[in-house]
C-alpha cells in the first residue's frame, strides 16, 4: 500500500471502495488498529503519489469503525451492519474495539431476532454469555424452515451440533423424567395401587399416551410454549382428556385414576428443570 499523509501530519486520509476519504489522527489509527500500527511504523517507499491510502473497504464499515475509534457512540441499525464492523475490526486487528463492542453489549438487540446468526459469530468471538443467550432464544426457531435451514447448514459442525445438542437434551431429559417411577408412581409401574378401593389394577396405556404427545410436542417447538400452554390449561388435546377422564377399572370403584391439577404440577417440575441454554 503506497499512500502520502494529508498536509496534516496527525491525520492519515483513507479511501473507501467508493472513493470516499475518510481522515483520522494517525496516532488514534495507530493505538487501536495492530495492523496499522505495524504499516505506519514501516518505512514508506519514495515516490507515493497518492493523497490517501486506498482501504476498499466499504464506506459504512470503515464509517463506524473511525467513529468507534474516535470514542463515538455507534448504534449499528442491522445485524449485518454489525457482523461487518466486526470482521472489519479483526481483520484490522482492533482487539481493544472488539472487547468494546461486547462490553457496549451491541449484539444483545439482534440475539432474540437473528439467535443463529448470534451464536455463531458469538461463538467465533468466544463470547461464552452471549452464545448461552442466544442458544437459548434458537430453541424459538422451526430448524425445518428452509430459512433456518440454510444458516444452520453454513454454520460450523460444533455449533449447530450444539445446537441440535440442546434440543435434544431438553426433549430426552423430558421424556426421561417423565417416566421416573419415583415421581410418578401410579402411571409408571406395571400396576397401579387405587387408594378408593385398595386394589391393584394392570397398568392401562392413558399416560404412556399423555407422557408421549408431551415429549412430541417439546420435540417439535423446543422452546416448550405448547407444552406450557397444555399444562397451564390454555390448550388440551386427546391424551390428556382421555387421562382425566379415566378411572379405576375395579368395576364397583370407578375413583379418577389421575389427581389432575397435582399430575399437571409434577409434569410443570419437571419441565422447569430442563436446560435452556447450551
Ligand atoms: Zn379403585
Redesign the pocket.
Known amino acids: 500500500m503506497k499512500y502520502r499523509s494529508s498536509d496534516d501530519s496527525t491525520c492519515i486520509s483513507l479511501r473507501t471502495r467508493a472513493g470516499a476519504v475518510h481522515h483520522i489522527n494517525r496516532s488514534v489509527l495507530s493505538n487501536k488498529s495492530g495492523l496499522f500500527s505495524t504499516l505506519l511504523s514501516l518505512p514508506q517507499p519514495h515516490g507515493c503519489s497518492s493523497d490517501a491510502l486506498d482501504v476498499w473497504e466499504e464506506d459504512s464499515q470503515l464509517c463506524q469503525l473511525l467513529g468507534l475509534m474516535n470514542g463515538d457512540p455507534i448504534h449499528p441499525a442491522s445485524f449485518h451492519e454489525l457482523s461487518s464492523l466486526l470482521e472489519l475490526a479483526e481483520k484490522w486487528d482492533c482487539t481493544e474495539l472488539i472487547h468494546q463492542i461486547r462490553n457496549t453489549s451491541l449484539l444483545n438487540p439482534f440475539i432474540a431476532k437473528h439467535p443463529l446468526q448470534s451464536f455463531a459469530l458469538a461463538r467465533y468471538f468466544n463470547w461464552t454469555e452471549e452464545a448461552k443467550r442466544a442458544s437459548e432464544a434458537s430453541l424459538w426457531l422451526d430448524f425445518d424452515d428452509p430459512i433456518n435451514a440454510g444458516v444452520i447448514v453454513n454454520m460450523s459442525a460444533e455449533d449447530s451440533a450444539a445446537l441440535l445438542g440442546l434440543r435434544e437434551k431438553r426433549c430426552g431429559m423430558f421424556q426421561h423424567l417423565l417416566e421416573s417411577p419415583q415421581r410418578f408412581p401410579m402411571a409408571n409401574g406395571p400396576s397401579y395401587y387405587?387408594i378408593?378401593?385398595g386394589?391393584s389394577?394392570a397398568q392401562d396405556s392413558y399416560w404412556s399416551s399423555f407422557k408421549s404427545a408431551l415429549t412430541t410436542e417439546l420435540c417439535r417447538r423446543p422452546s416448550g410454549v405448547g407444552v406450557l400452554t397444555l399444562l397451564s390449561g390454555g390448550a388440551t388435546c386427546l391424551e390428556a382428556e382421555v387421562l382425566w377422564r379415566a378411572s379405576?377399572s375395579?368395576v364397583t370403584?370407578?375413583?379418577k385414576r389421575f389427581d389432575k391439577r397435582l399430575t399437571l404440577q409434577l409434569i410443570k417440575a419437571c419441565f422447569d428443570v430442563l436446560p435452556v441454554s447450551i
Open positions: 387405587c378408593a378401593c386394589r389394577s379405576c375395579t370403584c370407578g375413583a
